[in-house]
Antibody, heavy 121, light 107 residues
Framework: QVQLVQSGAEVKKPGASVKVSCKAS????????INWVRQATGQGLEWMGR????????DFAQKFQGRVTITRTTSISTTYMELSSLRSDDTAVYYC??????????????WGQGTMVTVSS | DIQMTQSPSSLSASVGDRVTITCRAS??????LNWYQQKPGKAPKLLIY???SLQSGVPSRFSGSGSETDFTLTITSLQPEDFATYYC?????????FGQGTKLEIK
């Protein structure tokens, strides 16, 4: 079945970087954009950025420009989100989500299970 | 960037009630408005796309309406499993954005 499976929980110190992976299966990886969304505990959903797995083109929310990198390895259908210069307020669950394409008006139709990133000294 | 504003931020209702959640965009987004349901500890789930199209497998008691800047999500005859947090999201711009969420609680 179509699914996105993310890497496991991470604990990082302030100032470090974290890299979260998202492996796609059940569909053609290069045909659908992948977005990254985060959610701090008890807070709402915050859109971070997106990747076109075919071209490698990325777009980012202004808040994360210069601090987030999204890449992919097409041979293993995996997308990576790396966030640098971590602060305590980056502690959150990070989700990858697939953009469903024109038939679903670019809604996020498939979501990963989430990866908890904790930033603590 | 397009700002999305939901109201109310929280809502108490009873099983069997009809509820409506609103979402307003800071500029026109046509019909590029989607609704998600999220339960505690779980990833969001797509309910409605293109303002009013029901995602496959979603019960027909969920419906959406609106266009341009003003949208609504309506749930008729609330069921126990519907108590969750709901988010709107625009996919008009390549830079997506979400509303702040509406927590639907049991009265």
């Amino acid at each position: 079945q179509v699914q996105l499976v993310q890497s496991g929980a991470e604990v990082k110190k302030p100032g470090a970087s974290v890299k979260v992976s998202c492996k796609a299966s059940g569909y053609t990886f290069t045909s659908y954009d992948i977005n990254w969304v985060r959610q701090a505990t008890g807070q709402g959903l915050e859109w971070m950025g997106r990747l076109n797995p075919n071209s490698g083109h990325t777009d980012f929310a202004q808040k994360f420009q210069g601090r987030v990198t999204i890449t992919r390895t097409t041979s293993i259908s995996t997308t990576y989100m790396e966030l640098s210069s971590l602060r305590s307020d980056d502690t959150a669950v990070y989700y990858c989500a697939r953009v469903g394409g024109t038939s679903s008006w670019y809604a996020l139709d498939i979501w990963g299970q989430g990866t908890m990133v904790t930033v603590s000294s | 960037d397009i700002q999305m504003t939901q109201s109310p931020s929280s809502l108490s209702a009873s099983v069997g009630d009809r509820v409506t959640i609103t979402c307003r965009a800071s500029e026109s987004i046509g019909n590029y408005l989607n609704w998600y349901q999220q339960k505690p500890g779980k990833a969001p789930k797509l309910l409605i796309y293109a303002a009013s199209s029901l995602q496959s497998g979603v019960p027909s008691r969920f419906s959406g309406s609106g266009s341009e800047t003003d949208f609504t999500l309506t749930i008729t005859s609330l069921q126990p499993e519907d108590f969750a947090t709901y988010y709107c999201q625009q996919s008009y711009s390549t830079l997506y954005s979400f509303g702040q969420g509406t927590k639907l609680e049991i009265k």
